[in-house]
């Protein structure tokens, strides 16, 4: 039996643990991602017992002018690197590269770089990655390209999130001022929008949050931390949950908004990184009891 025959017969025995073995059982763990990750992080909490309760507080969606993406997706051959930090900006990137009929043979003259698992998405639209950062996150895109030669002679494309109605988080502007200080010529360009919802929507949701039945506030970007705030009316509405956050920058960040973050995700490639930080949270809380 080959390795990956051993980690599939692994992960379905996992499922058949009666629930009361799993480190999440009972746990409500109340998950803010938008609703094209909701899911994914919503089956890692499952297999470790947790009960997911929906509340993205964001979400994304196709651009209403794509003028300056057009632009860039005609110049495309003008760019040495493509630099994707996110798997919604790979997905719109490729799907308006459709609608425009510019064949992908173009994008894979390009060097192309995705974080973590997400270099499994751009692998799927263009069967080719360059780059995937030891270190999940802008900053470690910043940390490879460095250590390349004659890299500030370099043209650099980054499709990113047009953010309407919040505060944009500083990942991206800080990943531009970063790129530049090392001499490339840097391009962004927005391939998607990231918005807030409407708080309304989620009276029952806030309830339990209020109530104390909701365990864990699970945040897998800053944006999400941005918009849950517009939504509560104090500290007070969500005192009683543990604040779990995806990587150490959205942690930062929720951190200078003022939340007591508990619990961080040391491996913030996938999503099933953070299930395994939360479940280890309780595990570790249950044992020095």
Not at 154 to 181: C, R, S
Not at 216 to 238: C, G, H, K, P, R
Not at 239 to 250: K, S
Request: proline share 6%; aromatic share 8%.
């Amino acid at each position: 039996m080959t390795d990956k025959q051993m980690h599939a017969q692994s992960t379905e025995m996992n499922l058949l643990v009666p629930s009361k073995e799993l480190p999440l059982y009972g746990k409500r763990i109340l998950v803010t991602a938008p609703r094209n990750y909701a899911y994914r992080l919503s089956e890692q909490v499952i297999k470790k017992g947790g009960l997911p309760v929906l509340m993205p507080t964001v979400e994304t969606c196709y651009l209403s002018n794509y003028t300056k993406l057009d632009i860039a997706l005609n110049q495309i051959a003008d760019f040495d690197w493509i630099l994707f930090t996110s798997r919604n900006g790979i997905t719109a990137f490729f799907h308006r590269m459709n609608d425009l009929d510019i064949p992908v043979s173009m994008v894979q003259k390009c060097q192309l770089c995705a974080l973590g698992k997400d270099a499994e998405n751009l692998l799927s639209f263009c069967n080719k990655v360059d780059l995937i950062p030891t270190e999940s996150s802008p900053a470690g895109i910043v940390a490879e390209l460095a250590k390349l030669p004659q890299i500030q002679e370099k043209k650099v494309l980054i499709p990113a999130p047009e953010v309407v109605g919040l505060p944009e988080p500083d990942i991206v502007p800080n990943l531009i001022t970063d790129l530049q200080k090392l001499g490339i010529e840097v391009t962004r360009v927005p391939t998607y929008i990231t918005q807030g919802l409407d708080k309304s929507i989620y009276g029952i949701e806030l309830n339990l949050m209020r109530q104390g039945i909701i365990d864990v506030i699970a945040f897998s970007s800053t944006a999400e931390v941005e918009s849950f705030l517009t939504m509560v009316n104090s500290q007070s509405d969500y005192e009683r949950c543990i604040i779990a956050c995806f990587g150490p920058y959205t942690t930062a960040n929720a951190r200078k908004l003022g939340m007591n973050v508990s619990i961080v995700s040391r491996d913030y490639s996938s999503f099933e990184g953070f299930a395994e930080a939360i479940a280890e949270f309780f595990t570790l809380t249950s044992n020095s009891r």
